[in-house]
């Protein structure tokens, strides 16, 4: 089973509320990444989990928590939410090990509506 | 750090005709280099992965070219069908140590019967 599965699909949230987003593989893959992606732009790289060391991105450090409790789960954890967070989350997993350039399989993502 | 433009942004072609995306980097030591497919509501699913090492990359009713003169990734879908039609992404690995990829803005393709 080489799928990334994502929870929930569709979320709405209010300002100022917090809001988690789930995911799962079971690919035994080493790390997990978290992605936001507007449309008409790249996806962009929030944090990754390496093992349980979690990485942060300099401009997103602050305004995104994650946690990976075993290998195969990892969430994306918003604080209290503002309008700019309305954005499509994609979560990937790959086998890194000691090498890059690893191929990243995605989720179907989560549509995240602030309003 | 790495920037990826990824040209055009929208693309329409007519059945039967090739369909051509170009993707532009800036790190002369980029390493690996991916080309990633998206139907509407379906997962980024992976096209092809290209080493430094090789120019020219055949796939089922595509070509993948590496330039990395002009530092050029490029993706052509000879003999388009309806089912190609979907989110094209580029993305690109930074080094050969980097576990970071760097995505282009993505290529709307729309094959019209």
């Known amino acids: 089973d080489t799928t990334v599965k994502q929870n929930p699909r569709y979320k709405l949230a209010r300002v100022g509320k917090p809001v988690n987003l789930i995911c799962s593989q079971t690919?035994?893959?080493?790390?997990m990444y978290w992605y936001q992606k507007k449309p008409n732009q790249a996806p962009k790289l929030l944090l990754f989990y390496y093992d349980k060391i979690l990485n942060r991105e300099a401009d997103t450090f602050e305004k995104f928590q994650s946690s990976r409790p075993n290998n195969s789960f990892c969430s994306l954890y918003i604080g209290s939410a503002g309008l700019e967070y309305s954005a499509m989350y994609l979560c990937?997993?790959?086998?890194?090990?000691?090498?890059?350039?690893?191929?990243?399989?995605f989720g179907p993502g989560t549509r995240l509506t602030v309003l | 750090g790495e920037q990826v433009e990824q040209r055009p942004p929208h693309l329409s072609v007519r059945e039967g005709d090739s369909a051509f995306i170009t993707c532009t980097y800036t790190d002369p030591n980029s390493y690996y280099f991916f080309w990633y497919k998206q139907e509407p509501g379906a997962s980024l699913q992976l096209l092809m992965k290209?080493?430094?090492?090789?120019e020219i990359n055949e796939g089922q009713g595509f070509t993948v070219l590496l330039n990395k003169k002009d530092k050029r990734l490029s993706l052509n879908l000879t003999a388009a069908h309806p089912g190609d039609s979907a989110a094209y992404f580029c993305a690109v690995s930074a080094s050969s140590g980097s576990w970071q990829l760097i995505f282009g803005s993505g290529t709307q393709l729309t094959v019209m019967p």
């Open positions: 690919m035994n893959h080493d790390t």
């Open positions: 990937a997993s790959s086998r890194v090990g000691t090498g890059g350039g690893a191929e990243q399989f």
């Open positions: 290209v080493f430094s090492s090789t």
